[in-house]
């Protein structure tokens, strides 16, 4: 098993930033995909940014420049690194764990609101 806490959340006005943090324990290793989503009111969870244990990271069209992903896999630890926030990235973020269909993971979410 697997346990993942996310935290970081919060308000923030439009533009500013925030550093979400994925702290995961049991039996978890670096082969696991590392991911963040998020769920916005009313929508379907999507997928934001993810990264393999080798560094190689994925962004999703409407984070492109403007987040960051990133893993210490000795600490297995994940961040998100959220720049010029803006209203439309309002949702509940998620951390994911992937390795296998039997092997999938999530955290309880954290929430973040751009708002002014």
């Known amino acids: 098993q697997v346990r993942l806490v996310e935290s970081g959340g919060g308000l923030v006005q439009p533009g500013g930033s925030l550093r979400l943090s994925c702290a995961a324990s049991?039996?978890?290793?670096?082969?696991?995909?590392m991911s963040w989503y998020r769920q916005a009111p009313g929508k379907q969870r999507e997928l934001v940014a993810t990264i393999t244990g080798g560094g190689t990271t994925h962004y999703t069209d409407s984070v492109k420049g403007r987040f960051t992903i990133s893993r210490v896999n000795a600490a297995n630890t994940v961040y998100l690194q959220m720049n010029s926030l803006k209203p439309d990235d309002t949702a509940v973020y998620y951390c994911?764990?992937?390795?296998?269909?039997?092997?999938?993971?999530w955290g309880q979410g954290t929430q973040v609101t751009v708002s002014s």
């Open positions: 049991g039996a978890i290793d670096s082969v696991f995909l």
């Open positions: 994911n764990a992937f390795r296998g269909s039997s092997n999938n993971y």
